[in-house]
Nanobody
Framework: QVQVVQSGGGSVQAGESLKLSCRAV???????????MGWYRQAPGNQRDLVAE???????NYADTVRGRFTISRDDVWNAVYLQMNGLKPEDTADYYC???????????????WGQGTQVTVPG
């Protein structure tokens, strides 16, 4: 059984920073491989959009709206992905979701797992 657990988030003033964390948690040895890990966000009434993603080889991709302000990183020892958010703006307000593509040993097929979501609020 794989769980994707997020932490971080909260309410900060414009210009401040936050860091989001996410880990894929499973019983010891049950994850064969971890692929792309990423962060998405969804504001009320909007669709869920990509914020940033990082491939297994470390290649990263950012939405134009966050490039230069947000930094994604990963720790493959802990099956973790992080999102450092600097210079936050009111338009960054949304629920943020972690997405992990991984291959469990049980199936040996890549599947997508989502975190529970965490709220980020930047008052205008």
């Amino acid at each position: 059984q794989v769980q994707v657990v997020q932490s971080g988030g909260g309410s900060v003033q414009a210009g401040e920073s936050l860091k989001l964390s996410c880990r894929a948690v499973a019983s010891l040895g049950s994850i064969f491989a971890v692929g792309t890990m990423g962060w998405y966000r969804q504001a009320p009434g909007n669709q869920r959009d990509l914020v940033a993603e990082i491939a297994a080889d470390g290649t990263s991709n950012y939405a134009d709206t966050v490039r230069g302000r947000f930094t994604i990183s990963r720790d493959d020892v802990w099956n973790a992905v992080y999102l450092q958010m600097n210079g936050l703006k009111p338009e960054d307000t949304a629920d943020y979701y972690c997405k992990v593509d991984l291959k469990p040993k049980r199936t040996m097929i890549f599947a997508t797992y989502w975190g529970q979501g965490t709220q980020v609020t930047v008052p205008g």
